[in-house]
Protein backbone atom coordinates (compact mmCIF):
# COMPACT_ATOMS: atom_id res chain seq x y z
CA UNK A 1 0.00 0.00 0.00
CA UNK A 2 0.62 3.66 0.36
CA UNK A 3 1.25 5.03 3.68
CA UNK A 4 1.09 8.67 2.36
CA UNK A 5 -1.89 9.89 4.82
CA UNK A 6 -0.14 10.55 8.51
CA UNK A 7 0.24 13.24 10.92
CA UNK A 8 2.55 15.39 11.32
CA UNK A 9 3.32 14.29 14.93
CA UNK A 10 4.82 17.21 16.46
CA UNK A 11 2.30 19.20 16.10
CA UNK A 12 -0.09 16.40 17.43
CA UNK A 13 -1.47 17.71 20.97
CA UNK A 14 -1.00 14.52 23.57
CA UNK A 15 -4.54 13.28 23.62
CA UNK A 16 -4.87 13.73 19.62
CA UNK A 17 -1.65 11.12 18.92
CA UNK A 18 -3.41 9.18 21.90
CA UNK A 19 -6.48 9.08 19.75
CA UNK A 20 -4.71 8.19 16.44
CA UNK A 21 -2.88 5.29 17.76
CA UNK A 22 -5.42 4.05 19.77
CA UNK A 23 -7.70 4.27 15.89
CA UNK A 24 -4.28 2.66 14.25
CA UNK A 25 -4.01 -0.84 17.25
CA UNK A 26 -8.30 -0.98 16.93
CA UNK A 27 -8.26 -1.37 13.56
CA UNK A 28 -4.71 -3.64 13.88
CA UNK A 29 -6.87 -5.56 15.99
CA UNK A 30 -10.19 -5.03 13.77
CA UNK A 31 -8.71 -6.77 11.18
CA UNK A 32 -7.50 -9.47 13.46
CA UNK A 33 -11.06 -10.45 14.69
CA UNK A 34 -12.44 -10.13 11.38
CA UNK A 35 -9.59 -11.86 8.92
CA UNK A 36 -6.96 -13.84 10.86
CA UNK A 37 -3.80 -13.27 11.37
CA UNK A 38 -1.79 -12.12 7.94
CA UNK A 39 -4.59 -9.10 7.83
CA UNK A 40 -2.77 -7.03 10.00
CA UNK A 41 0.32 -6.90 7.84
CA UNK A 42 -1.73 -4.98 5.64
CA UNK A 43 -2.56 -2.38 8.19
CA UNK A 44 -1.50 1.15 7.33
CA UNK A 45 -2.04 5.19 8.11
CA UNK A 46 -4.03 5.09 4.77
CA UNK A 47 -6.88 3.32 6.22
CA UNK A 48 -6.75 4.29 9.62
CA UNK A 49 -7.28 8.13 8.13
CA UNK A 50 -10.68 6.33 6.61
CA UNK A 51 -11.62 5.00 10.09
CA UNK A 52 -11.30 8.45 11.61
CA UNK A 53 -13.20 9.72 8.50
CA UNK A 54 -16.01 7.03 9.06
CA UNK A 55 -16.44 7.71 12.38
CA UNK A 56 -19.43 9.26 13.52
CA UNK A 57 -19.41 12.65 14.80
CA UNK A 58 -21.11 12.17 18.14
CA UNK A 59 -19.18 9.03 19.24
CA UNK A 60 -16.37 10.17 21.93
CA UNK A 61 -13.06 8.59 22.26
CA UNK A 62 -13.54 6.11 25.17
CA UNK A 63 -10.60 3.60 24.64
CA UNK A 64 -9.89 0.04 25.91
CA UNK A 65 -6.93 -1.89 26.58
CA UNK A 66 -6.52 -4.97 24.12
CA UNK A 67 -3.44 -7.17 23.24
CA UNK A 68 -0.99 -5.85 20.63
CA UNK A 69 -0.87 -8.07 17.79
CA UNK A 70 3.06 -7.36 17.30
CA UNK A 71 3.55 -8.20 20.90
CA UNK A 72 0.95 -10.53 22.74
CA UNK A 73 2.35 -9.67 26.49
CA UNK A 74 1.52 -6.52 25.68
CA UNK A 75 -1.87 -4.61 26.36
CA UNK A 76 -2.04 -1.01 24.64
CA UNK A 77 -4.82 1.73 24.42
CA UNK A 78 -7.38 1.27 21.57
CA UNK A 79 -10.18 1.45 19.84
CA UNK A 80 -13.28 -0.79 20.58
CA UNK A 81 -14.78 -2.14 18.16
CA UNK A 82 -17.09 -0.03 16.00
CA UNK A 83 -18.53 0.33 12.44
CA UNK A 84 -16.16 3.00 11.09
CA UNK A 85 -13.09 0.07 11.96
CA UNK A 86 -15.28 -2.92 10.46
CA UNK A 87 -16.15 -0.49 7.15
CA UNK A 88 -12.09 0.33 7.25
CA UNK A 89 -10.76 -2.83 7.69
CA UNK A 90 -13.07 -4.98 4.83
CA UNK A 91 -12.05 -1.63 2.23
CA UNK A 92 -8.48 -2.26 3.20
CA UNK A 93 -8.61 -5.84 2.85
CA UNK A 94 -10.32 -5.57 -0.67
CA UNK A 95 -7.95 -2.67 -1.90
CA UNK A 96 -4.72 -4.92 -0.57
CA UNK A 97 -5.96 -7.91 -2.07
CA UNK A 98 -6.68 -6.12 -6.07
CA UNK A 99 -3.43 -4.73 -5.05
CA UNK A 100 -1.91 -7.72 -4.93
CA UNK A 101 -3.40 -9.15 -8.14
CA UNK A 102 -2.20 -6.49 -9.95
CA UNK A 103 1.37 -6.50 -8.90
CA UNK A 104 1.43 -10.17 -10.36
CA UNK A 105 -0.18 -8.92 -13.37
CA UNK A 106 2.54 -6.25 -13.81
CA UNK A 107 5.86 -7.74 -12.23
CA UNK A 108 6.18 -10.93 -14.61
CA UNK A 109 6.15 -14.49 -13.26
CA UNK A 110 9.85 -14.46 -10.91
CA UNK A 111 8.86 -11.06 -9.64
CA UNK A 112 5.54 -11.48 -9.51
CA UNK A 113 5.95 -14.67 -7.07
CA UNK A 114 6.25 -12.77 -3.65
CA UNK A 115 2.93 -11.26 -4.90
CA UNK A 116 1.15 -14.58 -6.08
CA UNK A 117 1.62 -15.93 -2.53
CA UNK A 118 0.74 -13.20 -0.65
CA UNK A 119 -2.49 -13.16 -2.78
CA UNK A 120 -3.04 -16.62 -2.36
CA UNK A 121 -2.90 -16.17 1.61
CA UNK A 122 -5.28 -13.60 1.14
CA UNK A 123 -7.84 -15.03 -0.98
CA UNK A 124 -10.08 -15.73 1.59
CA UNK A 125 -10.06 -12.82 3.46
CA UNK A 126 -10.98 -10.99 0.29
CA UNK A 127 -13.87 -13.15 -0.62
CA UNK A 128 -15.21 -12.69 3.10
CA UNK A 129 -15.04 -9.00 2.54
CA UNK A 130 -16.02 -9.18 -0.44
CA UNK A 131 -19.45 -10.60 0.40
CA UNK A 132 -19.37 -7.61 3.04
CA UNK A 133 -18.95 -4.93 0.49
CA UNK A 134 -19.44 -6.12 -2.67
CA UNK A 135 -19.99 -2.20 -4.12
CA UNK A 136 -16.45 -1.57 -2.91
CA UNK A 137 -15.08 -4.87 -4.44
CA UNK A 138 -16.78 -4.48 -7.80
CA UNK A 139 -15.37 -0.55 -7.94
CA UNK A 140 -11.61 -1.69 -6.94
CA UNK A 141 -11.82 -4.23 -9.84
CA UNK A 142 -13.53 -1.86 -12.22
CA UNK A 143 -11.04 0.97 -11.51
CA UNK A 144 -7.58 -1.09 -11.11
CA UNK A 145 -8.42 -2.98 -14.77
CA UNK A 146 -9.32 0.68 -16.18
CA UNK A 147 -6.17 2.01 -14.67
CA UNK A 148 -3.79 -1.25 -16.37
CA UNK A 149 -5.56 -0.30 -19.64
CA UNK A 150 -4.79 3.09 -19.35
CA UNK A 151 -0.88 2.25 -18.34
CA UNK A 152 -0.57 -0.41 -20.95
CA UNK A 153 -1.22 2.05 -23.76
CA UNK A 154 0.87 4.52 -22.62
CA UNK A 155 -2.09 7.25 -21.90
CA UNK A 156 -0.45 10.91 -21.82
CA UNK A 157 -3.16 12.77 -19.64
CA UNK A 158 -2.41 12.97 -16.06
CA UNK A 159 -5.92 13.70 -15.18
CA UNK A 160 -7.48 10.54 -17.22
CA UNK A 161 -5.28 8.12 -14.96
CA UNK A 162 -5.83 10.48 -11.72
CA UNK A 163 -9.44 10.67 -11.66
CA UNK A 164 -9.40 6.76 -12.46
CA UNK A 165 -7.45 5.89 -8.88
CA UNK A 166 -9.46 8.93 -7.25
CA UNK A 167 -12.96 7.39 -8.08
CA UNK A 168 -11.94 4.09 -6.54
CA UNK A 169 -10.88 5.80 -3.23
CA UNK A 170 -14.30 7.80 -3.71
CA UNK A 171 -16.07 4.54 -3.46
CA UNK A 172 -15.00 3.84 0.06
CA UNK A 173 -17.33 7.13 1.18
CA UNK A 174 -21.31 6.48 2.41
CA UNK A 175 -23.13 6.94 -0.58
CA UNK A 176 -26.01 8.41 0.68
CA UNK A 177 -27.42 12.06 2.73
CA UNK A 178 -24.90 15.50 3.43
CA UNK A 179 -22.31 13.92 5.17
CA UNK A 180 -21.77 10.84 1.97
CA UNK A 181 -21.45 13.75 -0.38
CA UNK A 182 -19.17 15.77 1.73
CA UNK A 183 -17.02 12.31 2.04
CA UNK A 184 -17.44 11.47 -1.53
CA UNK A 185 -15.34 14.62 -2.54
CA UNK A 186 -12.79 14.77 0.27
CA UNK A 187 -12.08 11.13 -0.90
CA UNK A 188 -12.15 11.66 -4.28
CA UNK A 189 -9.85 14.67 -4.21
CA UNK A 190 -7.51 12.59 -1.61
CA UNK A 191 -7.08 9.32 -4.13
CA UNK A 192 -6.21 12.04 -6.86
CA UNK A 193 -3.59 13.39 -4.64
CA UNK A 194 -2.40 9.95 -3.74
CA UNK A 195 -1.82 8.84 -7.06
CA UNK A 196 -0.12 12.21 -8.26
CA UNK A 197 1.97 11.84 -5.13
CA UNK A 198 2.51 8.16 -5.85
CA UNK A 199 3.65 8.33 -9.26
CA UNK A 200 6.28 11.09 -8.60
CA UNK A 201 8.10 9.00 -5.81
CA UNK A 202 8.22 6.44 -8.55
CA UNK A 203 9.41 8.34 -11.90
CA UNK A 204 12.97 8.07 -11.28
CA UNK A 205 12.41 3.96 -10.44
CA UNK A 206 10.08 3.77 -13.57
CA UNK A 207 12.63 5.51 -16.03
CA UNK A 208 15.14 3.18 -14.81
CA UNK A 209 12.84 0.15 -15.25
CA UNK A 210 11.15 0.92 -18.58
CA UNK A 211 8.23 0.74 -17.02
CA UNK A 212 5.15 3.64 -17.98
CA UNK A 213 4.93 6.70 -15.31
CA UNK A 214 1.81 8.92 -15.79
CA UNK A 215 4.40 12.14 -15.00
CA UNK A 216 6.87 11.10 -17.31
CA UNK A 217 4.51 10.23 -19.88
CA UNK A 218 2.65 13.85 -19.61
CA UNK A 219 5.77 16.03 -18.63
CA UNK A 220 8.47 13.74 -20.25
CA UNK A 221 11.39 11.36 -18.32
CA UNK A 222 12.52 14.27 -15.92
CA UNK A 223 8.97 15.29 -15.06
CA UNK A 224 7.81 18.87 -14.56
CA UNK A 225 7.99 19.48 -10.92
CA UNK A 226 6.23 22.84 -10.93
CA UNK A 227 3.36 22.37 -13.05
CA UNK A 228 2.42 19.02 -10.52
CA UNK A 229 2.65 20.44 -7.13
CA UNK A 230 0.32 22.98 -8.92
CA UNK A 231 -2.25 20.67 -9.32
CA UNK A 232 -1.45 18.44 -6.35
CA UNK A 233 -1.96 21.37 -4.36
CA UNK A 234 -5.27 21.98 -5.93
CA UNK A 235 -6.23 19.01 -5.26
CA UNK A 236 -5.16 19.71 -1.61
CA UNK A 237 -7.23 22.78 -1.00
CA UNK A 238 -10.35 21.10 -2.37
CA UNK A 239 -9.49 18.50 0.67
CA UNK A 240 -9.40 20.79 3.08
CA UNK A 241 -12.44 22.45 1.66
CA UNK A 242 -14.74 19.42 1.88
CA UNK A 243 -13.22 18.92 5.53
CA UNK A 244 -14.44 21.69 7.13
CA UNK A 245 -18.28 21.21 5.59
CA UNK A 246 -18.44 18.24 7.80
CA UNK A 247 -19.13 17.10 11.10
CA UNK A 248 -16.08 14.87 12.88
CA UNK A 249 -16.47 15.38 16.81
CA UNK A 250 -13.20 15.16 18.69
CA UNK A 251 -11.86 13.64 15.66
CA UNK A 252 -11.60 16.88 13.61
CA UNK A 253 -7.96 17.92 15.43
CA UNK A 254 -6.65 14.97 14.27
CA UNK A 255 -7.98 15.09 10.45
CA UNK A 256 -6.88 18.76 10.75
CA UNK A 257 -3.56 17.71 11.43
CA UNK A 258 -3.13 14.95 8.66
CA UNK A 259 -4.61 17.30 6.12
CA UNK A 260 -2.84 20.80 6.34
CA UNK A 261 0.48 19.46 7.85
CA UNK A 262 0.70 15.60 7.04
CA UNK A 263 0.00 15.91 3.45
CA UNK A 264 2.03 19.02 2.62
CA UNK A 265 5.01 17.75 4.80
CA UNK A 266 4.54 14.19 2.92
CA UNK A 267 4.38 16.01 -0.43
CA UNK A 268 7.39 17.79 -0.06
CA UNK A 269 9.52 14.91 0.85
CA UNK A 270 8.24 13.41 -2.11
CA UNK A 271 9.62 16.35 -4.17
CA UNK A 272 13.03 16.71 -2.48
CA UNK A 273 13.32 13.19 -2.42
CA UNK A 274 13.38 12.20 1.58
CA UNK A 275 10.39 10.47 1.78
CA UNK A 276 11.81 6.90 1.34
CA UNK A 277 13.36 7.71 4.66
CA UNK A 278 10.81 9.25 6.20
CA UNK A 279 8.08 6.57 5.71
CA UNK A 280 9.94 4.10 7.67
CA UNK A 281 9.31 6.50 10.30
CA UNK A 282 6.39 5.06 12.85
CA UNK A 283 4.19 6.74 14.52
CA UNK A 284 4.10 6.23 18.27
CA UNK A 285 2.97 7.61 21.78
CA UNK A 286 5.85 9.95 23.62
CA UNK A 287 5.42 7.20 26.47
CA UNK A 288 6.99 4.06 24.48
Given at each position: ?68 HAGLLRKEPMCPDSP ?52 FDRTVQSCLEELSAL ?91 ALQLGDFGCRLPVLE ?32
Open positions: MFGYVRPFQPELKCKDLSLYQATYCGLCRCLRRRYGLIAPLFLNYDFTFLALLLWEPEASFVPCRGRCALDQAADQSVILAWWKLRDSVRDEGFWRGIPARILSWLMGPARRKAARRRPAEGEGCPSLDRTADTFARLLQSAAPQEGARGRILSQLLYHLGRWIYLADARDDLEEDRLAGRYNPVAARYGPAGDDRALRLTMDQSLELIGANIIYLGLPRVEEAVFDGSWKEIKKQKIRRNDR
